[in-house]
């Protein structure tokens, strides 16, 4: 249960909610017990334009009957109007146990994985990891190139403060395996240290990172979440582009239990709203 961050997250310390019920121009959710995961993913990618009119764009006759793109299309139908319920989404996800809470980034991809490639291609990237020998310099182990949903970003060692920009750009630093973790390399033709390397190939078009807060500790023999504070940018920089945050999965609680809501930012009308199962109430940034 980690944050998935459709981008981060950063929440300011003079941030009201209104609740003012003519503002609210979008409906929630219903929770069966414990999909509150499921809900805020599901409110991310109906608020994404893209992915949006690309659900609306599928016709029946045209759709495989194993994709997902039917049951997406109903619902966002739904969400239009009026609060919706999800029931016949969690049975095509094979959700029975709707009183256990899942992990939102896991049926993030789960989604992703189910729908017609045309319209999950927009959270689509490829990263190239490249293995090359520290001796020789030159000659390359491996060199793969895969497709990602999201950027798992590691916290570890970051107690009191994060940021994610920092966590990014270390994400795709190179680093070095030695001793028993050597890599046999064939122009060598024995085990040497190897430089490790990774690049996106190709960018998404929406860029999804993963804040992995929860790590294994050894003490206590159980994963442990990291709440220190995190600082998210608004623009992250790439080498091949830019990104603007509009949405943020957030998870209050610890492994065992607690609770997702989602932020997200209209591109209707570039308000920032709450979704928060049931109820859906906009964002005001208070400035001093």
Known sequence: MDYLDTMHQHYYPNEN???????ILYYGLHNQGATCYLNSVLQVFFMTKGFREAVESQEQDNVEQNTFDLQLKC???????????TKDVTSKLGIEKVFEQGDAAEYFEKILSKVNPDVSKIFQGHLKHTATCSISNRHVNSDEV?????VPLSMEDNNYYYSVRDGFENFFKSSTVSGDNQMYCDYCDGKTDAILACKMEHPPEILTLLLKRFEFDYRRMSYVKNDCCVDVPHTLRTKDCD???YAVVDHVGSLRGGHYTAKIKSYQNHNWYVFDDSYVTQVCFLVN
């Open 146 to 150: 895969g497709p990602f949903w999201t």
């Open 243 to 245: 990104y603007e945050l």
């Open 17 to 23: 909610v209104n609740t003012d019920s003519k503002t």
């Open 75 to 85: 619902l966002f139908e739904t969400l239009k109007k009026k609060q919706a319920h």
